[in-house]
């Protein structure tokens, strides 16, 4: 299996069939290993294709944005949210060692905020419908420099 730079519009439903999204996805690197997709079933998925090909891709939830944890649910001061903050908005906040979070505001209480730290798609299995737009051999600059990206992305 090889190195592929592809284009693809591709239509996100979940397993009941109801549409999440539909984007259109450009010159995307895609590997045997998978290492440069963050959704490691759907680069897999993705090997061998040909222009023109459509393709349905199936995840289940762990292999998507993994399942839903409970655990990633936090309660935070309400004095360290934004002033006028609201249910339903994504907030990121910087933690101790300086990682860098999003959550999204599920709720108020009197001086805390509960606030979800898991994908909003986490706990659901996934189809892609793809469409291939352009097919063709990556580059080997454009593998080094994707296998440069990753490394940093991991080190930082």
């Known amino acids: 299996m090889s190195t ?19 984007t259109f996805n450009r010159d995307v ?6 290492q440069n997709l963050g959704l490691h079933g759907l680069a897999k998925g993705l ?20 399942l839903y944890e409970p655990s990633k649910v936090i309660l935070y001061p309400r004095s360290k949210l934004p002033r006028h903050a609201r249910v339903g908005e994504m907030i990121t906040i910087t933690g101790k060692s300086g990682a860098v979070r999003s959550y999204k505001i599920i709720q ?11 994908h909003p798609l986490a706990g659901q299995d996934l189809v892609f419908e793809i469409e291939a737009l352009a097919v063709r051999e990556a580059t080997r600059e454009e593998i080094a420099e994707s296998i440069s990206d990753v490394t940093t992305q991991v080190l930082h």
């Open 4 to 22: 592929q730079v592809i284009s693809f519009n591709c239509l996100l439903k979940n397993k009941a069939g109801h549409v999440i999204s539909s």
């Open 29 to 34: 690197l895609t590997s045997p290993q998978g």
């Open 47 to 66: 090997q061998n294709l040909k222009k023109g090909e459509r393709r349905s891709i199936s995840l289940a939830a762990e292999e998507a944005y993994g």
């Open 108 to 118: 108020f209480h009197n001086d805390m905020a509960s606030l979800d730290g898991n």
